[in-house]
């Protein structure tokens, strides 16, 4: 697998107002989220650890019955099962999520997998 160039994944939209990109591997997700200003996550849970950082914007989230403003640089763990929601505020935002094991249902909604590695990308 190696190296990932996310202009060859085209994004999904799990809710309206954010478009993601989920190259996985074995055990893990990637999941690069760009967030409209006012775009929302809802509150949810699913069964797989989630980790995350703020790339870019501010964020108000939600984890548990702790809610903060984020901003570029933040980081945060997410236990399984642990409800949790994102807001978009005073601009756009770009985060970066890890998830273990697999999102199934952003696997499946991505309907592919990582392109394979050819001689043209690798260095």
């Known amino acids: 697998m190696g190296f990932i160039d996310l202009s060859q994944y085209e ?4 809710v ?3 478009r ?8 893990l997700m990637l999941s690069y989220l760009e967030m409209d200003d006012g775009a929302e996550v809802p509150l949810h849970h699913h069964p797989h650890e989630q980790g995350g950082i703020l790339i870019s914007g501010r964020v108000q989230l939600t984890i548990g019955d702790e809610t903060r403003i984020v ?4 980081l ?5 099962n642990v409800p949790h929601r994102a807001v ?5 935002a ?13 696997a499946e909604m991505a309907n592919r997998y990582i392109p394979p590695v050819t001689t043209s ?3």
Do not use: H, K, W
């Open 76 to 80: 945060f763990l997410i236990p399984p």
């Open 88 to 92: 978009a505020v005073d601009g756009p």
């Open 94 to 106: 770009r985060v970066l999520d890890v998830f273990s094991p697999v999102r199934e249902d952003y």
């Open 11 to 14: 994004p999904i939209s799990p």
């Open 71 to 74: 901003e570029a640089g933040s």
């Open 121 to 123: 990308n690798r260095s």
């Open 20 to 27: 993601m990109r989920t190259p996985f591997g074995q055990n």
């Open 16 to 18: 309206p107002g954010c």
